[in-house]
């Protein structure tokens, strides 16, 4: 069974620092690309960004880039998402995914809530 | 404001068939294969239909899924309370070089 546990959530102040991690399991970890979602509350899914099977292809939203790094530890089945110079605006649940061909995404972490406030 | 246009909220009665538009251009949709997505209240997001119009494992057909030129469109048919969620399309914009999403659609079955 396919599964994605995130970590790493909670309350940070603006301008601060977080890394959520997604620990994978139940399949091949590095045939696959990855990628991290988020919703703020009440809002919409936002596609944040993706990660080749070999970390060396690497595509984010324009609203983090500069600011969020993702990576991954194939040897630990491990996705993680570098957050720093977080804003109001990145409050949101992250969720970590799978993806396959063609921008689907076929497996959803339960996600990590990420609160920025002071 | 998403890249992606769904109409915001659609309503039927059980048992009914219900349409819910997603909108695009040439360099996202019109490229690129669609994918959807339902989100029950609480609960993380799951793929109902990839590749514009491919079924998951486990997926009733009662979920269909089109594509036509920039616009790609869901189709539920023998609507059922279990159906109220929230439903997201999505695809890749080519020349953005980004994942897109629309912004969701209520599913209110009355």
């Known amino acids: 069974e396919v599964q994605l546990v995130e970590s790493g959530g909670g309350l940070v102040q603006p301008g601060g620092s977080l890394r959520l991690s997604c620990a994978a399991s139940?399949?091949?970890?590095?045939?696959?690309?990855m990628t991290w979602v988020r919703q703020p509350p009440g809002e919409a899914l936002e596609w944040v960004a993706n990660?080749?099977?070999?970390?060396?292809?690497?595509y984010y939203v324009d609203s983090v880039k500069g600011r969020f790094t993702v990576s991954r530890d194939n040897a630990k089945s491990s996705l993680y998402l570098q957050m720093n110079s977080l804003r109001a605006e990145d409050t949101a649940v992250y969720y970590c995914?799978?993806?396959?061909?063609?921008?689907?995404?076929?497996?959803w972490g339960q996600g990590a809530l990420v609160t920025v406030s002071s | 404001q998403s890249v992606l246009t769904q109409p915001p909220s659609v309503s039927a009665a059980p048992g009914q068939k219900v349409t819910i538009s997603c909108s695009g251009s040439?360099?996202?949709?019109?490229?690129?294969?669609v994918s959807w997505y339902q989100q029950l209240p609480g609960t993380a997001p799951k793929l109902l239909i990839y590749?514009?119009?491919k079924r998951p494992s486990g997926i009733p057909d009662r979920f269909s899924g089109s594509k036509s030129g920039t616009s790609a469109t869901l189709g539920i048919t023998g609507l059922q309370t279990g159906d109220e969620a929230d439903y997201y399309c999505?695809?890749?914009?080519?020349?953005?070089?980004?994942?897109?999403f629309g912004g969701g659609t209520k599913l209110t079955v009355l």
């Open positions: 139940g399949f091949s970890f590095s045939g696959f690309w």
């Open positions: 590749d514009n119009n």
């Open positions: 995914a799978r993806l396959a061909d063609r921008q689907a995404i076929t497996y």
């Open positions: 999505g695809t890749w914009d080519s020349s953005l070089r980004a994942g897109v």
């Open positions: 990660i080749r099977q070999d970390g060396a292809e690497k």
């Open positions: 040439s360099s996202n949709i019109g490229k690129n294969y």
